[in-house]
């Protein structure tokens, strides 16, 4: 082992770094400096156009977000890994086309990634901080910290920012998970990087069912059906309800329909495997699980975070979206008197969407029984 720091051979320190991250399930392990100052100015500028929503902590800690070094005084590298998390036969148009299903998105439907990814670069650093002579300064993060993850993963070469703006990487798409670890080794830089191949391609705006996008590479999130199911924690304005269909956690339209993910990398992660049957349940069942059963089903799962409330919340416009049936009226009907104003006024439109669509059957029946009636 070098006896100083002088003495370390950094770019076979780099190369170890990336094998021991492979051995560690991450499907890339790549290296970038920390100068992000056009992303600082581009995240002001959709700041300035309250693009954020609810979500104000993104214009929170000042520059640390795009200054890396501020955030961790003395770092001068990330290391940034990919980690693919498609589940193998996950039903995914099927279950959208189902309009009794619950659709959630793929992301969510096994382990919290937040939890599995944080462990496993813990993992990575340790085995860093073994092979250095001399104490170093860094920290892992997994979407927990103002780190601006996606253009650092772009910019070491784990892919492009897509149109829909998620970075794409031309071998597994872009169904996989980000996470870095900020160091103060001046390890060497990876200079490949991959070119936006989008072209003319604008799929992913144009499938978007609430058009949250309102130019290519921009998201307002306060249109986004991920954003207003998970992250918003009032009432869904009215306008994005009936296109949410049986979206009640997260929206994947916009990955879904990517040529690029035609031949997507699914995951070998056992952990990212659906459970509880998640990937093909019926709305109405869902909806009808008690406080603790939610609490049960979703232990260690990204879809507690949303709480019992607004779970119930985003089952409701589902249930409202859903063809009517017995079974769907009565599992709204049981929640009616819910003591929750929220979820209560959530089942009080779906209740009404299909009075309204009994009603335009009847109308319809009378006019084909009776072509010459008026009404």
Not at 72 to 87: F, G, K, W
Request: net charge negative; charged share 25%.
């Amino acid at each position: 082992m070098p006896q100083t720091m002088e003495e370390i051979d950094y770019r076979h320190l780099s190369q170890q770094i990336k094998e021991w991250g492979k051995s560690l399930g991450f499907q890339q392990v790549t290296i970038t400096d920390i100068d992000l100052s056009e992303t600082g100015e581009r995240l002001n500028q959709w700041l300035q156009k309250d693009y954020q929503g609810d979500m104000q902590w993104m214009g929170e800690h000042g520059e640390k977000r795009y200054h890396p070094g501020q955030l961790l005084p003395a770092t001068q590298r990330v290391i940034s890994v990919r980690m693919d998390y498609l589940p193998d036969d996950s039903n995914m148009i099927a279950v959208l086309k189902d309009e009794d299903k619950a659709y959630i998105s793929r992301y969510a439907l096994g382990r919290d990634y937040h939890k599995l990814i944080r462990q496993r670069l813990k993992t990575l650093g340790k085995e860093i901080e073994q092979a250095v002579p001399n104490s170093i300064i860094q920290r892992p993060y997994v979407d927990s910290a103002p780190v601006m993850e996606k253009p650092l993963a772009e910019k070491a070469g784990l892919g492009w920012m897509g149109k829909h703006t998620l970075v794409i990487n031309s071998d597994a798409g872009s169904w996989f998970f980000l996470g870095e670890i900020y160091t103060s080794l001046p390890l060497p830089i990876d200079q490949s990087t991959e070119e936006n191949q989008c072209g003319e391609c604008k799929a992913c705006l144009k499938v978007c069912p609430t058009d949250a996008f309102p130019e290519p590479y921009v998201l307002d999130a306060r249109r986004c059906i991920s954003y207003l199911t998970i992250e918003h924690k009032g009432s869904i304005p009215e306008e994005f309800r009936q296109p949410m269909g049986n979206r009640v956690f997260g929206c994947d339209d916009c990955q879904a329909i990517c040529p690029w993910n035609k031949e997507a990398t699914t995951t070998q992660e056992k952990d990212f495997s659906p459970r509880h049957n998640l990937d093909n349940r019926e709305l109405a069942d869902l909806f009808l699980w008690t406080e603790a059963e939610f609490l049960k089903f979703t232990e260690g799962s990204p879809i507690r975070r949303v709480g019992y409330e607004r779970w119930l919340r985003n089952l409701a416009i589902g249930l409202g979206n859903a063809p009517t049936s017995v079974k769907i009226l009565a599992s709204l009907k049981a929640r009616e008197s819910y003591p929750s104003d929220l979820v209560q006024e959530h089942v009080a439109w779906a209740l009404n969407q299909h009075l309204i669509s009994e009603t335009g059957k009847k109308k319809r029946q009378r006019k084909i029984t009776n072509p010459a009636a008026k009404n």
